[in-house]
């Protein structure tokens, strides 16, 4: 490939400020990368924290480009990668943390260790949305919580990135599943497999009505605050286990402790931070390909599209708290 090629990118030069459309050199795959043209980018709310200068536990500093979620073509690959070939459809969390070039751009050089072959059953245009939220509901159902078949599921927030994807893990694993979320969502969430539960019903009422007062086998939180502490209320008594994906507050433990419940807090991040593990993430993206080959997991997707120039408008949509679904950013429009 031509050492001087180039390509577009949105780039973050200052926190706090929009992103702008730039032209910068096009990477090149090192040792154990993949390089990836990108077909589309999938957004995530902590996409649009790090662009306002509030997400300092991404370690994502300016100026850089965002994107955590990807999915496209490889176009190269580097030295000692075995697995993948020019031309493979493949997709992963793969950068806009810890330093990383993101996937708002044209093309990016990535660890090969945290690609997956991309789903046959799915455009890639929708796979990008899945990367990030099904590592998370992973490491916490799966490597946490080892959730098992004839087990009962809460998920709170079951609507959301990560708790739709935490409800139709756990109903692929034959556990019974229920799911909070807001009136409108209830079509959402029975559509996933779940049983709705109404997001504002008091967590006494819940436990009693669900499950006679037993308690949970598990509780996904996807929230933090206050749903954690509810969380901790929902939990089985004698090996209930109640997972977060957002547990950074303080909280009493004391109503865990006294039902003689384990705590798991998932950290998604880390693997892309320190370097660890990431051969893992790859692991669990070909889990997701083969439960969306086999018809069992699909995303939530915003009815809205963007293109790369319209990157700003789809941070700002997620956001708002308003998209409805995972908002993806096309690149192939440019």
């Known amino acids: 490939m031509n050492a001087n090629a180039t390509m577009t990118a949105l780039r973050l030069d200052t926190a ?18 993949v390089l990836v043209r990108i077909a589309a980018a999938g957004l995530n709310p902590l996409d649009a924290k790090i ?17 955590i979620d990807m999915a496209g073509r490889v176009e190269a690959v580097g030295p000692g990668v075995e697995g993948f070939a020019p031309g493979d459809a493949v997709y992963g969390m793969t950068g806009g943390v810890g330093g990383v070039q993101g996937s ?25 949305a899945l990367p990030l939220v099904f590592i998370t509901a992973w490491e916490g159902l799966v490597d946490r919580a080892n959730v098992q078949a004839g087990q009962s599921v809460l998920v709170i927030a079951g609507a959301g990135g990560v708790g739709s994807m935490a409800v139709q893990l756990a109903v692929a694993r034959g556990a019974r599943v229920s799911a909070t979320g807001s009136v409108a969502q209830k079509t959402i969430i029975e559509g996933l497999g779940a049983t709705w539960i109404d997001r504002d019903a008091p967590i006494n009422d819940v436990v009693e009505t669900h499950t006679g007062g037993e308690g949970f086998d598990i509780v996904y939180d996807t929230l933090g605050g206050a749903t954690l502490d509810a969380a901790f209320v929902a939990a089985r008594r004698y090996g209930g286990h109640v997972v977060s994906s957002l547990g950074w507050g303080t909280h009493a433990l004391a109503p865990l402790s006294f039902r003689a419940a384990t705590y798991s807090g998932v950290f998604t991040l880390m ?40 990157g700003n408008a789809a941070l700002d949509l997620v956001e708002s708290g308003r998209a409805g679904g995972k908002v993806v950013v096309l690149l192939d429009s440019i």
């Open 16 to 33: 706090g400020q929009s992103m702008s459309l730039v032209t910068v050199a096009r990477p090149v795959a090192g040792p154990g990368e």
């Open 104 to 128: 708002l751009a044209q093309f990016a050089a990535v660890d090969a260790r945290l690609l997956a072959h991309a789903p046959s059953a799915m455009p890639l245009t929708e796979a990008a």
């Open 271 to 310: 693997p892309l931070l320190i370097g660890k593990g990431r051969e893992h993430h790859g692991e669990i993206m070909a889990e997701a390909t083969r439960l969306v080959d086999a018809g069992k997991l699909r995303p939530v997707l915003s009815a809205r599209r963007f293109g790369l120039a319209e």
């Open 51 to 67: 662009r306002a200068g509030q997400g300092g536990h991404a370690r994502q500093p300016a100026p850089s480009v965002l994107g």
